[in-house]
T-cell receptor
Framework: DAGVIQSPRHEVTEMGQEVTLRCKPI?????LFWYRQTMMRGLELLIY????????DSGMPEDRFSAKMPNASFSTLKIQPSEPRDSAVYFC??????????FGPGTRLTVT | GENVEQHPSTLSVQEGDSAVIKCTYS??????FPWYKQELGKRPQLIID?????GEKKDQRIAVTLNKTAKHFSLHITETQPEDSAVYFC??????????FGAGTRLTVKP
């Protein structure tokens, strides 16, 4: 298995633009997580899904952030409109009961 | 909700020495405690985990201990090597879902 796949790996955009981050979990994993990592705030859980259903989105910072999981092999995290303070590395992770979470390579987002 | 505290924030050791990182958690219902290693510019990688029905777990040079009564758990690395240099994160969760991470410990192993 290729592991968790994320795209793009780097994204540079201007303030106000829409940003869409993509994730393909490990096949067979039924949990998917979105995290944000910054120097100031560390690693924060934004939202997680179980069997494609959002379970807890209490970590989503604002209404500008939304996440979807239309099927077991794909999820998106969208920011609209983006702001400079959204600049961070966004990680997707997947897991199954009884095993740890496996992280993707991350998307480094820069909003200017 | 769960709150995880991690100490120290930075740790420098001489190659061959041992390193210990400690974490405390607040939610007594937490039952899963993984440790992640993150090298510069890379993703966090799971290196070892422990569940609440176990007090200690070892994997080669790495060991984790858990004290449920005191709500703290620790990572022990023996015979440290320069390639052990990284940021280490502890985490706690109920099951494997709503995971909360510590702030991280930057470990430097000096040759």
């Amino acid at each position: 298995d290729a592991g968790v796949i994320q795209s793009p790996r780097h994204e540079v955009t201007e303030m106000g633009q829409e940003v869409t981050l993509r994730c393909k979990p490990i096949s067979g994993h039924d949990y998917l997580f979105w995290y944000r990592q910054t120097m100031m705030r560390g690693l924060e859980l934004l939202i997680y899904f179980n069997n494609n259903v959002p379970i807890d989105d209490s970590g989503m910072p604002e209404d500008r952030f939304s996440a979807k999981m239309p099927n077991a092999s794909f999820s998106t995290l969208k920011i609209q409109p983006s702001e400079p303070r959204d600049s961070a590395v966004y990680f997707c992770a997947s897991s199954s009961p009884g095993i740890g979470q496996y992280f993707g390579p991350g998307t480094r987002l820069t909003v200017t | 909700g769960e709150n995880v505290e991690q100490h120290p924030s930075t740790l420098s050791v001489q190659e061959g020495d041992s390193a210990v990182i400690k974490c405390t958690y607040s939610d007594s219902a937490s039952n899963y405690f993984p440790w992640y290693k993150q090298e510069l510019g890379k993703r966090p990688q799971l290196i070892i985990d422990i569940r609440s029905n176990v007090g200690e777990k070892k994997d080669q040079r790495i060991a984790v201990t858990l004290n449920k009564t005191a709500k703290h758990f620790s990572l022990h690395i023996t015979e440290t090597q320069p390639e052990d240099s990284a940021v280490y994160f502890c985490a706690a969760s109920k099951g494997n879902n709503d995971m909360r991470f510590g702030a991280g410990t930057r470990l430097t192993v000096k040759p």
